[in-house]
């Protein structure tokens, strides 16, 4: 059978919006905010072979389709509103696309994120999505959380634990071998990321900046030096590990969690007085946060790459570099 | 020379923002809308060989990116505030990029609608824009323009005029001849269209529903018919016409104008009371508009397929359908 590209919309993606005023079937979508509110958006697209492989389970590819876009949400400690799905297939393929919209829809329901409009049409696979949040009007105590607030003497932390999803892909490479129940629990971690949004809204107010891990530890925290024009030092023994992880060699548990991307975990630092109001957001959020580190001023010859130390405090090298998509 | 993702986007899109709360180089970018009003928002993804030919000058290329998104604003009556773009790209291609982004931003000056985000990747060529504009809170006066607002004796109306754009693309398709000028005209309308968002604006609260016309006035107009239970007569031959198209054959001129695509042109609906507030508004906009027949009651059988006529009142028959992504 063949769906045309309404009929194909209304079967697997129109469902009736409950807090936006519109949502499909008209030129634009319309979405108040609640008074004192902006607009956070952020926007990703995927494509088959960079971001995900031809391989993976539908549901699972249109879970992680929106949780990367509710990471960056997270990041600002945003609260979910809505998005948009603009999705160019090959062709009409109903198994793909009823598993694509279970996977998506189930996870925007759990985010309270509702699908308000976007575009489909025919093309080489690819999945682009803005998603809508709102964070109070900017104010130092309770407004979006930045990367540009760190400072000299604040804590460094991370949610969740890191270098999973990069572990299963270095199984997929070929590179690493892992046995089934093992690989499983990383390739739910590359496949299924939990976005942090709760933990993102509970940060606001604590948090003095804060990004998602999605191109590496290193690399995401280098964003972060940049913006707050600070240094920090890492210590790398510190770095929460899953199981899976800590049963493999040292260097591979460095590249995966200092370099390994698709992590979605939050990274963020907050001054030493307010220890205890981050664990607090944590715990009220339900998600574990260690603490990996300190921001320093920044140094004359570092610029933006922060010090790497083992649990000795000895200098420990850089592995090899962060993810790019138009180097690699 | 080979560019870094970061690199790309500094050199050609990254500039300060002016409305927004935050641009580029954060999570989220943030925007406030101003007091009373909502977000309208809309998606476009444009995939080469589908919504553009391969030969495409880049610089219109970027214009008409942008174009076919501030053109479902103008349609809600919406006030351009700004825009994300998510590009893939096969290669980082500097001369691609610095004429893309020449047209893109060029028309987003223009429009006062501000770049303020986006994600970039390698794959195959592929454009989505999510654009945001405000509207005041929903009003039956000043409210947003809808499809739904249609009523029975309300006059039909549309901005410029039509068929042009796909005059141009038979000329690609090899199945009609034009003459240099003639084709560099039409060319224009396909590759530079112009979005009517002054003209959008101006009928808040004098029209009472909108469209673009994007895919052809006949496909367009049944989106209107089926969201306001209405029927409408349509006047074929007074619907306006280039100076090129007068000198097509008949069968021809109606093809192109009433089902022809990527018109981008406004397709609304009045009160006849309202004609000279509607004059009004085209007048304080600059463009014409052109009255080409009017609304009904809801037909048995008709359904949301308007009755065509022709000067002499006569019946015409319908041309071959709209144009949809999925069944061509």
């Known amino acids: 059978m063949s769906l045309g590209e309404f009929d194909l919309i209304a079967r697997y993606f129109d469902r009736p919006v409950r807090r936006a005023a519109l949502g499909m079937g008209d030129d634009c979508a319309l979405l108040s905010l609640q008074p004192g509110m902006q607009l956070a ?10 971001h995900f492989l031809s391989t993976v389970d539908p549901e699972r590819l249109g879970h992680k389709a929106l949780a990367v876009n509710l990471s960056d949400l997270a990041a600002c400690g945003a609260e979910p509103l809505a998005f948009t ?23 925007a329901d759990a985010a309270g994120c509702e699908l308000i409009g976007g575009d489909t049409t025919r093309g080489p696979l ?9 964070v109070p009007v900017c104010s130092a105590v309770t407004g979006a959380l930045l990367r540009s607030g760190a400072r000299p003497g604040d804590d460094l932390y991370v949610s969740g634990t890191l ?54 530890l290193l690399g995401d925290l280098g964003h972060v030096l940049q913006r707050s024009g600070v240094g920090a030092v890492v210590e790398v023994d510190t770095v929460p590990l899953s199981k899976v992880m800590r049963a493999q060699p040292l260097s591979l548990q460095r590249l995966c969690t200092l370099n390994g991307g698709d992590d979605y975990e939050l990274l963020f630092t907050a001054p030493a007085v307010g220890a205890a109001a981050v664990a607090a957001a944590a715990a ?38 962060s993810f790019d998509h138009f180097r690699t």
Do not use: W, Y
Request: aromatic share 4%; charged share 20%.
């Open 41 to 50: 958006v952020s926007c990703d697209m995927l494509v088959e072979g960079r």
């Open 85 to 107: 799905l603009a999705l160019a297939l090959p062709q009409t393929d109903e198994v793909f696309l009823a598993g694509f919209s279970r996977g998506l829809l189930a996870l």
């Open 163 to 216: 270098g999973d999803a990069r572990l299963a892909l270095e199984v997929f490479r070929g590179t690493v071998l892992l046995d089934g129940a093992s690989f499983d629990a990383v390739r739910k971690a590359m496949e299924l990321p939990q976005p942090r949004v709760t933990l993102g809204v509970a940060l606001r107010g604590v948090a003095s900046s804060a990004i998602d891990v999605s191109d590496g």
């Open 126 to 134: 690819n999945i682009c999505i803005s998603v809508f949040g709102q």
């Open 284 to 321: 009220a959020a339900g998600v574990a946060v260690t603490r990996i580190g300190r921001i320093t001023e920044r140094g004359d010859a570092g610029g933006a790459r922060p010090q790497l130390v083992d649990a000795q405090g000895r200098p420990v090298g850089h592995p090899e570099r």
